[in-house]
């Protein structure tokens, strides 16, 4: 069965004849492959790309959608969202901040989502089973399931070889609430098919999606709820910088309510309501949008009959990315706790050569950044907060408040920081966080430096034009060192001048 991407407009006709093209034809198998590659996204679609690039016959096979969750219904199509969602916020805000022409109307979100629809398409033809096809990779589109240590079938072939990685990525997982599936919800994978805005949407969770889609939402004008049974919003970040975006999203009109327990979902003559513990009245929706986290997709793959050990939490790798069927390599979502697209490359990166040649690439030596695109951003890379916590005695921590870097305040962007923490006593950069409106483009120095080995003081020396927001590494690192100065330093450095009489 052929997938249906809604709504059937050119530009998602566009889409499928690139991401899965109706009428594809296999091609016939060939006697054995060096590579199979089970997934058509992003982990998927690098690996085959290299390891057709270096002369080996390989297959991809693609159940669904190629360009897999981050091109059809995650980084490509919330992106744009959010750009437009800041375009808007900032013709409201112009008057205001900065003496600009006031905005007249309520704008066009149908038009927002249908230039989110045409930029998909655009981008579609790099993923597409054709140019994989002209890279000299077999595509095959249909349900792979492995049958044996050695050998995959797809639409009644069977597709024997060397080597093989899984990349299926993962998918949306939804709640137990009573009523729910009943009332019916979106999730990452429909969200995006909508046309027409709801007046009222309800989110449940406060991560990283739900948070980027809350803000989106409230800045197009639709009344946003967001439910999270935590304590705070993104739990995983920094917990100084969850409070910033916090601080931002209330002031888009994000009403927020954590530690939230929602008894049941009912939806009643086209309106949704939900019951929350400890509030009187259930709160009333037009929609309700689920992002609770996602699954590995490790389900129907038969994983049992090719050796492969894998949990409901994916699939189990050792640190060349080799499951427990040495022949078979699993990278991205399916087989990492980290969930993102720039991961998944890095994952296929190193899987082909420790899979077809003697590398010896190590999962542990990668330095991986996240990025939260909220307005501000949260960008973080290193040690997580409750790594930080529990290894206190040995940090040491620098902030630099982005109300101390001229271009934050030239542009009005003061409510933000940069946090850089180091190895007390010295300058090595176990981890960063950063809050401000493009804190996904500075988090790359720290990104470098770290992996890269330079310390904090090295990479201090950097030369950063002037007026930029990279200013703030610089001050972080003039930061250390004059805390490294210590008193029988300066003490000595008296002496010394008075010596210059």
């Avoid at 037009?286 to 049992?304: F, K, N, T």
């Amino acid at each position: 069965m052929e997938p249906l991407i809604l709504p059937a407009d050119d530009n998602n006709r566009e889409l499928l004849r690139n991401v899965h093209p109706p009428g594809w034809q296999n091609p016939l198998p060939r006697s054995r492959y060096h590579l199979v590659v089970l997934g058509g996204g992003t982990a998927g679609l690098v690996s085959a790309a290299i390891a057709a690039g270096l002369g080996a016959r390989v297959a991809l096979v693609e159940r669904n959608l190629m360009g897999g969750d981050c091109l059809n219904t995650g980084c490509v199509p919330s992106k744009a969202l959010l750009r437009a969602a800041r375009a808007w916020h900032d013709a409201r805000t112009a008057h205001a901040k900065f003496g600009g022409p006031s905005a007249g109307n309520d704008g066009d979100f149908a038009a927002v989502m249908e230039r989110m629809r045409r930029i998909r398409a655009a981008m579609s033809s790099v993923d597409s089973a054709d140019r994989f096809s002209s890279l000299g990779v077999d595509v095959f589109l249909g349900h792979g399931r492995f049958t044996g240590p050695e050998r995959l079938e797809v639409a009644g072939d069977t597709l024997r070889f060397r080597r093989a990685i899984i990349a299926t990525g993962g998918a949306p997982v939804a709640p137990p609430i009573d009523g729910l599936a009943e009332a019916g919800f979106h999730t990452s994978e429909t969200i995006f098919s909508l046309t027409e805005m709801p007046a009222r949407l309800l989110i449940v969770g406060a991560g990283p999606i739900g948070c980027e889609l809350a803000q989106a939402f409230a800045r197009f004008g639709s009344r946003v709820t967001l439910l999270d049974a935590a304590s705070r919003i993104l739990p995983r970040a920094d917990p100084e910088a969850a409070a910033v975006v916090q601080r931002s999203l209330t002031s888009d009109g994000v009403r927020i309510l954590a530690d939230a327990d929602i008894r049941a979902v009912d939806r009643q003559n086209g309106a949704v309501t939900v019951d929350v513990a400890g509030i009187p009245r259930p709160i009333a929706g037009d929609e309700v949008l689920v992002a609770v986290g996602r699954a590995p997709r490790v389900e129907g793959l038969g994983l049992d009959e090719a050796l492969v050990r894998h949990t409901r939490d994916g699939i189990e790798t050792d640190e060349r990315l080799r499951t427990t069927n040495e022949r078979i390599f699993a990278i991205g979502d399916v087989a990492s706790d980290q969930q993102f697209t720039h991961l998944a490359d890095a994952h296929a990166r190193m899987a082909v050569p420790n899979a077809l040649f003697f590398g010896r690439s190590k999962k542990s030596n990668l330095i991986v950044p996240n990025v939260t695109y909220t307005d501000p951003e949260i960008a973080q890379v290193g040690l997580s907060p409750d790594e930080l916590t529990r290894r206190a005695d040995e940090i040491e921590t620098i902030t630099i408040p982005l109300s101390d870097v001229d271009r934050a305040t030239i542009d009005g962007n003061e409510d933000g920081f940069l946090r850089v923490h180091v190895r007390s006593g010295g300058d090595d950069i176990l981890g960063a966080s950063i809050v401000g409106p493009n804190a996904g483009e500075l988090i790359s120095h720290i990104t470098t430096a770290m992996t890269r080995k330079l310390g904090l003081l090295a990479l201090g020396k950097t030369i950063f034009p002037y007026p930029t927001e990279s200013e703030a590494i610089r001050k972080a690192a003039d930061a250390l060192r004059r805390k490294k100065l210590t008193p029988k330093a300066k003490a000595g450095f008296g002496v010394y001048f008075r010596m210059w009489r």
